[in-house]
């Protein structure tokens, strides 16, 4: 099986397709990666460098696997880099449907976290009219939830109507991460028209490319499955275990994927989803 992901990437440290790669291959899926960036870190370090890539680049790199769409069973996109990569990721997926029907968009639009955005002028607006609408799946966090629904989400009431205003726009299944209630994080995933929501403990630290690692591990886990309250399931665990080890070998913001992969995959510490609705 064999998944076109389209996101950034770091030189040092776990975000984008540098967190999808090692999670996915682990899982046993073949990657094709396109970078929409290449940085030297992660921006929340303070000093990087690298750039966004021109969509011309990666509408080159997609067009070289023309030959070989049917073998691809879903795409996956994540940060985009410039307003302009976004025509290009709708495209490369309409030309894998086209040859594979049956594969499956995940889009994770990714706007921003914590109350503020971080992309390129044009992506969040890019997402809600465009993204959203031709996604089988979507998994944005709080606030991109908010910002795409115009629904501010202080209880997982709201994060309900916020995951049936975004399904209402096309996806069959959306994923919405990062709801905290009490002393958990809570993620609800809408499937069809029925909520599942799984409850995780906060853990205290700084973790550049969570919602990555999430999203990579959900996106596995359901094209083996086709369950999302088991998907959902395992990519919280997987999650947590990546976060976890991460704060026992001394945080720092960046994931410690690595030594956490086996765990990752197959979590000893297990958090159930229940229905919500």
């Known amino acids: 099986m064999a998944i076109l992901s389209l996101q950034s990437s770091v030189v040092r440290g776990h975000v984008g397709n540098a967190a999808a790669r090692p999670i996915l291959h682990r899982l046993g899926f073949e990657v094709w990666a396109i970078d929409t960036v290449t940085f030297s870190n992660h921006p929340g370090h303070g000093a990087f460098t690298g750039r966004a890539h021109d969509p011309e680049i990666i509408a080159d790199l997609i067009d070289g696997l023309t030959a070989d ?26 030309a894998v449907k086209r040859a594979r029907p049956d594969a499956l968009y995940c889009c994770d639009p990714v706007i921003g976290d914590n109350g503020a955005s971080y992309v390129s002028e044009g992506l969040p607006e890019f997402f809600r009219d465009h993204g959203v609408p031709a996604a089988d799946i979507v998994t944005p966090n709080v606030f991109e939830a908010e910002w795409l629904t115009g629904i501010a989400i202080d209880s997982m009431e709201r994060a309900h109507a916020a995951a049936r205003a975004l399904r209402s726009r096309g996806p069959g299944l959306v994923v ?59 990519a919280a665990s997987g999650l947590h275990a990546i976060l976890r080890r991460t704060l026992e070998l001394g945080g720092g913001g960046d994931l410690r994927l690595i030594p956490a992969l086996d765990d990752a995959v197959a979590p000893t510490q297990q958090f159930k989803a229940r229905r919500f609705s």
């Open 176 to 234: 919405v991460t990062g709801v905290r209630h009490d002393m958990e994080s809570v993620t609800l995933a809408l499937d069809g028209d029925v909520a599942w929501i799984v409850a995780t403990p906060v853990l205290d630290m700084a973790s550049h490319g969570a919602g990555d690692a999430f999203t990579a591990l959900f996106l596995g886990f359901y094209l083996s499955s086709r369950d999302a309250p088991d998907a959902l399931s395992r």
């Open 69 to 94: 769409l049917d073998r691809c069973d879903a795409v996956l996109s994540g940060y985009l880099g410039r307003a302009g990569t976004g025509p290009v990721v709708l495209d490369a997926v309409a």
